[in-house]
């Protein structure tokens, strides 16, 4: 019995000893305000989702989203015109999984090397499902208020 308890002590004192973090990854971040994301945020755009394809590359992939670009309400100096926005292609990793072809979305954003990308941390949402203040705070007023703290 005593060498069962020993083994047990040893088990526990191996997986103690293990970094919790290389056992596991996950996605979680704060909420914040629509015009906190907007403000925060390189780019915004309104675009439709009309394709998409899985990139080989690191862990676990990125999805290359091909967009129908509706309007850019922030990133004109950074992009001209988004056909492409980027993502992990794991929602373990804060990938964002968008619909093809059947809705529009508001999607912000970071530029890097001229490609945009978004993960859950961002504000990404189909634009029905915004409230009619928070569409006009995206046409409108969010823009006016991010000087303001």
Not at 22 to 34: D, I, K, R, V, W
Request: aromatic letters at 12%.
């Amino acid at each position: 019995m005593q060498s069962v308890y020993q083994h047990l002590i040893s088990l526990l004192f191996v997986f103690s000893s293990l970094h919790v973090d290389q056992l596991t990854e996950g996605c979680s971040c704060a909420l914040s305000h629509p015009q906190d994301a907007f403000c925060n945020s390189e780019i915004v755009i309104r675009a439709k989702v009309v394709g998409k394809k899985l990139l080989r590359d690191g862990p676990f992939g990125t999805m290359r989203y091909t967009v129908k670009q509706m309007k850019m309400y922030k990133g004109f100096d950074k992009v001209q015109h988004v056909q492409h926005i980027y993502t992990s292609a794991s929602e373990s990793s804060c990938g964002v999984k968008f619909d093809i072809n059947k809705y529009q979305y508001l999607i912000t954003g970071r530029v890097y090397n001229d490609k945009v990308y978004t993960g859950l941390c961002n504000f990404n949402e189909q634009w029905d499902r915004l409230s009619l203040a928070q569409k006009k705070g995206i046409n409108h007023r969010y823009q006016l208020g991010c000087s303001c703290r």
